[in-house]
């Protein structure tokens, strides 16, 4: 197979983008640099502005200031048709009366490529989507992930410096999107064009990712990594938002060396780490994810991180079990433990509570 190489691609710039629709503020200031070949996916709830700044970079919608780049090359004064970026919504939006060779081709005869190498490239891309039996099917002779993937080589067709994908998975039933997320990270992979993938689904966001863009009311919360985002959240929004988390208030008694500080709250004494602005507040949320809250008898005496709990709810999941715990003066927690450690602990049982990992971000006045 004969597909671009990553070189091929381009580094995308956006620099300050600001947006208003009458008076109210749906960019605030959003920058961000993109690599090439890159997979970054915006991550947000609905209405903080992820679309918006996709239809900026398609140029579906002017921006009221900023620049956009791709390399060196400035293309936010371009119309959309001449800004080479290949676009896939939610709806797909094929051609129906179209089989699947004149919907992933269609780019390809609007910039007026030869017969010959339109069917090679057809070709590479039926392969790539692994819809080599399906070529002369109409969109509704197709199940919905197999038209997302038409959808997707379509877009990916004419070699675009830039892939936009909004909410790409959303109507897909929630077996076929877990297989579509897969195929789509592997798809952008291999074609290793630079890509924006937006959702509102955190999970997807950390499968898929490279970098996630976590955004909340029009600007950037955070950039990083699934990981970065998982285990280091940089707000409450953050913590929050991605991944289930219990959130305790504590007050910090002592800075360790960086990023370590020996918190306070109801109920718990520990030391944990830090996310840097910290050290200048004595506030903050003390974080611990359910797979971090060890559960043991409350007979075995525990280092200075236990805390005795009551029990109040099991919920099982197959593998792990979600426990709920009641500890005085402290929001109900929630633990999640393996099936087979959670079948040797019952409901109204009292417990010593213990945080395996925990991780601090600042509290808000
Ligand atoms: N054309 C428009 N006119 C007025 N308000 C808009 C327009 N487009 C988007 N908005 C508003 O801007 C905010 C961000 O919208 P959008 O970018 O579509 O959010 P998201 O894709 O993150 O769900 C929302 O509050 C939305 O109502
Ligand atoms: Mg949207």
Same mark, same amino acid.
């Given at each position: ?10 580094? =995308? ?21 993109? +690599?090439?070949?890159?997979?970054? #996916? ?9 679309? *918006? ?68 490239? =057809?070709? +590479? ?14 969109? +509704? ?53 630079? #890509? ?6 955190? =999970? ?27 285990? #280091? ?23 360790? *060396? ?15 780490? #830090? ?44 593998? *792990? ?19 087979? +450690? ?10 010593? =509570? ?12």
């Amino acid at each position: 197979m004969n597909l671009p190489d990553r070189s091929r691609s381009q580094p =995308v710039h956006i620099s300050h983008i600001r947006k208003s629709f009458g008076a109210f503020v749906a960019l605030k200031d959003f920058s961000l640099d993109i +690599e090439a070949g890159e997979f970054v #996916t915006f991550l947000g709830p609905s209405g903080c502005g992820k679309s *918006t700044t996709l239809k900026i970079l398609s140029g579906l919608t002017p921006q009221d200031a900023g620049e956009i780049r791709f390399g060196d090359r400035r293309i936010d004064m371009l119309p959309a048709n001449r800004r080479n970026i290949g676009l896939v919504f939610q709806n797909y939006a094929l051609f129906p009366h179209m089989t699947v060779v004149e919907n992933i081709a269609f780019g390809l005869r609007m910039r007026s490529w030869s017969n010959t190498a339109k069917a090679a490239r =057809v070709d +590479e891309l039926l392969a790539l989507v692994r819809l080599e039996g399906l070529a002369e099917r109409r969109p +509704e002779q197709l199940s919905g992930g197999q038209q997302q993937r038409v959808a997707v080589a379509r877009a990916l067709a004419f070699e675009p410096d830039l892939v936009l994908l909004d909410e790409p998975l959303s109507n897909l039933d929630a077996k076929l999107r877990e297989q579509v997320r897969i195929d789509l990270r592997d798809i952008q992979r291999k074609a290793g064009q630079t #890509t924006v993938f937006v959702t509102h689904d955190q =999970v997807e966001a950390l499968v898929m990712s490279d970098r996630i863009v976590l955004m909340n009311a029009g600007q950037i919360d955070q950039v990083g990594t699934p990981v970065d985002l998982y285990s #280091t959240p940089a707000t409450e929004f953050g913590a929050r938002f991605v991944g289930a988390n219990n959130l305790l208030k504590a007050t910090i008694t002592g800075i360790g *060396t960086d990023p370590q500080a020996h918190v306070q709250g109801a109920g718990l004494s520990i030391w944990l780490a #830090t996310v840097s602005p910290l050290v200048t507040g004595p506030e903050i949320w003390c974080c611990v994810r359910p797979e971090h809250i060890a559960i043991r008898a409350p007979t075995e005496t525990g280092p200075e991180t236990g805390t005795l709990g009551k029990v109040t709810d099991k919920i099982y999941q197959g593998t *792990t079990v979600l426990l709920d715990i009641e500890i005085p003066g402290v929001e109900k927690m929630r633990a999640e433990r393996p099936t087979s +450690e959670a079948n040797r602990i019952n409901i109204g049982q009292t417990v010593n =509570v213990l945080f395996e990992q925990a991780h601090a971000v600042p509290r808000m006045p």
